[in-house]
């Protein structure tokens, strides 16, 4: 009958008198290494979970997405948990002088990111246009391309845009 692991990160592991199963402790093994960073809901969690850490323990916490290791003394903030979204999409238009649009993520992100927007090429009257985000918000943001030359216009069949959002 397995155990689970001391740590509450739902790990079953084989025990002594246990039939040998070696699928079994392969994938108690597997979880080990994907546990190598302990996770839990919140701090209480954790300190439930794990009354007498060791200097060095890492761990995560799903409410703040932030990585703490533990010094012996207390656990410490040592990094934000990034999230990451990014994508394409084309632009299309006779005579403009500009172009809006507006993107949605595929799911909403915890807080605000920062987009940064590439023109995908930069040959021809392409490279004059300049693609800028004036707003964004956890679920999308909207992107103007604008050219660098007063007065040009542009005829653009599916130029693609480059998107990679970021928050923390």
């Not at 979204?85 to 084309?90: M, N, Q, S, V």
């Not at 392409?126 to 007063?150: E, N, Y």
């Amino acid at each position: 009958m397995p155990r689970s692991d001391v740590y509450g990160q739902s790990i079953d592991l084989p025990n002594l008198l246990d039939v040998p199963d070696v699928e079994a402790l392969s994938t108690a093994i597997e979880q080990s290494i994907s546990h190598g960073v302990l996770r839990f809901a919140s701090a209480s969690a954790r300190a439930a979970a794990v009354p007498s850490p060791v200097d060095g323990m890492f761990s995560t916490l799903a409410d703040n997405k932030r990585l703490y290791r533990y010094n012996g003394t207390t656990s410490q903030w040592v990094a934000v948990v990034p999230e990451f979204r990014f994508g394409a999409f084309t632009v299309s238009g006779s005579g403009l002088d500009q172009y809006t649009a507006n993107v949605t993520f595929s799911s909403a992100m915890s807080s605000t990111p920062y987009v940064f927007v590439n023109l995908a090429t930069s040959s021809g009257a392409s490279s004059r246009w300049i693609p800028r985000v004036p707003s964004a918000s956890p679920t999308g943001f909207s992107v103007l391309v604008q050219s660098s030359v007063d007065g040009a216009t542009a005829n653009w069949s599916a130029v693609p845009l480059w998107y990679f959002a970021v928050a923390a």
